[in-house]
Each structure stands twice: as C-alpha cells, then as structure tokens.
C-alpha cells in the first residue's frame, strides 16, 4: 500500500492550491481516503475525508473553503484549498482507511508541505 501526496507549494494568502493524494498497491475504491495537517509545534489535526462512496467531510477550518473529491480511475484524491490563510501553513498528508466510511486511518503516506505567507 502506497500513498503519494503532492501539490504542496508557497502561496500567498487568498490564495488556492490543489493537493494531491496517488494511490497504488490496493483497490482505492473501496477505501476512504483522509486529508490531515501538522503544522510546526502542533497536533495532527484531520482536515477532510471522502467515503468510499463520495461522500465528503470537513475538518471546521476546512469547511467552507477547502473541498475534497476522488477519482477512482485515476486512484487519486484531490483536496481543493480556496482562500488559504497562514494558518493553513502545514505538512498534508493523505491516509486510507480500509472500512471505507472515514474511521481510523490504517495507512498513511508522506506529506507535502504547504506554506502560506506573503
């Protein structure tokens, strides 16, 4: 089970960035797949999270203005972030979780660190 996320990057407050989460060596479709954050000096803190289904659910900083969707055939997930503050600054990471309904996360894969700053 591998878990890629990608799209980090410096980007100016107000602004968007889209993450990227690749899937490999499971059948992702019938996984749910997390979004997380660690910013520097604190918890982990879940951001989103897609059912095996679709369904979407937000983290209270994410809602709003981050939106999550998967597309199975490409064994990505993607997490839309709009109107980025500094706060959002962190390490993303993507994880998958075997039941499918956004329990426990049981895999985990690298981070891809985003900072918002002017």
């Known amino acids: 089970v591998q878990l890629q996320a990608s799209g980090g990057g410096l980007v100016q407050p107000g602004g968007s960035l889209r993450l990227s989460c690749a899937a490999s060596?499971?059948?992702?479709?019938?996984?749910?797949i997390g979004w997380f954050r660690q910013a520097p000096g604190k918890e982990r803190e879940w951001v989103s999270c897609?059912?095996?289904?679709?369904?979407?659910s937000y983290g209270d900083s994410a809602k709003g203005r981050f939106f999550i969707s998967r597309d199975n055939a490409k064994k990505t997930v993607y997490l839309q972030m709009n109107s980025l503050k500094p706060e959002d600054t962190a390490v993303y990471y993507c994880?998958?979780?075997?039941?499918?309904?956004?329990?426990?996360?049981?895999?985990w894969g690298k981070g891809t660190l985003v900072t918002v700053s002017s």
């Open positions: 994880a998958a979780e075997i039941g499918g309904y956004c329990g426990s996360m049981d895999y």
């Open positions: 060596g499971f059948n992702m479709d019938l996984y749910a």
């Open positions: 897609v059912s095996y289904g679709g369904r979407a």
